[in-house]
């Protein structure tokens, strides 16, 4: 199985507080535990190694509603692999990874307020705004050697100010001072550009779905 999906893997459910990921000959599961998200199913291989007999035996053993299905390919080839009883992301998300380096954290803008703190392995940023409104956030949880970057947002009304390179160049700082040496995270193509501007790069293509079939079908 692909390592960099490992990595995702270990440090996405330590940055959610999930279950401890239970490994599948495909891959991993992991109970998330949350009404729509009960479980998620993450398989192992990228790209062509991927294949859809076993996204079909996964997917097919799925009769919950509110169960998660990631998988490394395009949306485009795995929704022809999965039956209507899926909601699929139409937009592909990206796995991708960057070098570490431990080279200063940045300064807030004038008149916004960073702020950091760590519980059970997970350090979380948050930035307010001058009159205390939040403006943007973000978490990283450093594994070992890599760590991973999640929940970047930043409210709509203090985009374009230099809050989202913020965010990252300082989560990226902290877990290089704990250690790690690899940046993992799962963007979205919104996010994708802000990422690759500060260095990182696009390892694989990643599909969402979610079962869920009409009401007339579930047990």
């Given amino acids: 199985m692909d390592a960099t999906v490992r990595a995702w ?3 996405w459910v330590v940055s959610r507080g999930a279950a401890p990921p239970m490994t599948e000959p ?21 790209g062509e190694d991927l294949d859809e007999p076993t996204v ?22 795995i929704c022809g692999w999965l039956d209507d009883s899926w909601w699929i992301d139409p937009e ?11 080279d200063g ?14 519980r059970g392995g997970v350090t979380r940023l948050m ?16 594994r070992g050697e890599t760590a991973v970057v999640d929940q970047i947002e930043t409210a709509p009304e203090h985009r374009r100010r230099g809050l989202g390179s913020l965010v990252m160049r300082t989560l990226q700082h902290t877990a290089a001072l704990q250690g790690a040496r ?7 193509p919104a996010g994708r550009g802000l990422y690759e ?10 599909t969402s779905a979610r079962h869920d079939p009409p009401a007339s079908a579930r047990p």
Avoid at 31 to 42: I, N, Q, S, Y
Avoid at 105 to 118: K, M, Q
Avoid at 182 to 188: E, I, K, Q
């Fill in 182 to 188: 690899t940046g993992v995270l799962a963007g979205t």
């Fill in 9 to 11: 893997v270990d440090g």
């Fill in 56 to 77: 079909r035996k996964v997917a097919g053993a799925v009769t919950g509603h509110g169960v998660w299905l990631k998988a490394f390919r395009d949306p485009a080839v």
């Fill in 92 to 102: 592909p998300g990206y796995l991708m990874t960057v070098p570490l380096a431990a």
């Fill in 26 to 46: 495909w891959g991993w599961t992991i109970d998330v535990g949350m009404f729509g998200h009960v479980t998620r199913h993450v398989l192992g291989a990228t």
């Fill in 105 to 118: 954290a940045p300064d807030a803008p004038g008149g916004y307020r960073l702020r950091t703190w760590s």
């Fill in 127 to 142: 930035v307010a705004a001058p009159d205390g409104s939040p403006a943007a956030r973000g978490q990283v949880a450093p």
């Fill in 197 to 206: 501007a500060l260095g990182w790069g696009v390892v694989a293509t990643l």
